[in-house]
């Protein structure tokens, strides 16, 4: 676990080193989209590297869905996707570390390459043993063009998509937490099929 965690950051640790580094630098968080109603937000965050930059030095985002939050951290919704954006956009511009934060990996039990996603049972999302196997199926997998163009993040990280068959009874599709262990896995954030394509599940 120890040499897993190795490549991240704390929060206050990469902030320290952002002052250390730029101590005339300059940050910025906006809410690009934020709708109440389908529980999402959107937000932008911009870095300066000094005063005379006209231009920000790196720019990056954070997507917080209120359904793929734990209960205990739906109330910060907001607050966690604007720290998450700022320290996306500080690792970017300063580089030499992972943009997830240690705060984020240490729920992670066990390292993202010890887990398979596709042999792993979400209730009634089918398994497959490989990503090729799994496209071979019809089932597009994590990175399909089929899915949505903003992936979102829950507490353990960026979330997995995964859908239907074509020829399903019901279309079904949604991200899915990375978690191994069940009783700790985020709730999935459900989509549905619309005539614009897949929409959150409101």
């Known amino acids: 676990m120890a040499a897993f965690m190795d490549g991240y950051e704390g929060n206050k640790e990469r902030t ?48 917080g869905y209120l359904a ?13 996707s604007c720290t ?33 996603y596709w042999t792993t049972k979400h209730g009634d999302v089918p398994s497959y043993a490989t990503a090729a196997e799994a496209e071979e199926s019809g089932e597009p997998s994590y990175g399909s063009s ?4 903003v992936v979102p993040e829950c507490f353990h990280g960026v979330m997995r998509w995964n859908e239907s068959k074509p020829d399903a009874i019901k279309a079904w599709g949604g991200y899915f937490c990375g978690e191994k262990v069940k009783e700790k896995q985020c709730k999935p954030a459900w989509y549905v099929m619309t005539s614009n394509g897949w929409q959150p599940q409101v």
Do not use: C
């Not at 005339?24 to 590297?49: C, D, M, P, S, T």
């Not at 793929?68 to 966690?80: C, F, G, L, N």
């Open 68 to 80: 793929a939050y734990p209960d205990k951290m739906k109330r910060w919704m907001v607050e966690d």
């Open 146 to 149: 089929e899915q949505t163009s």
């Open 84 to 116: 998450s954006a700022l320290m996306r956009v500080m690792a970017l511009v300063m580089g030499n570390t992972e943009k997830a934060t240690k705060e984020v990996m240490a729920a992670i039990k066990t390292p993202a390459g010890d887990y398979n």
């Open 16 to 63: 320290d080193r952002w002052i250390a580094t730029f101590p005339q630098g300059r940050l910025e968080a906006h809410i690009i989209e934020f709708n109440a109603e389908k529980g999402y937000v959107l937000v932008q965050a911009k870095a300066w590297r000094n005063q005379t930059e006209m231009d920000p030095a790196g720019i990056d985002y954070a997507y």
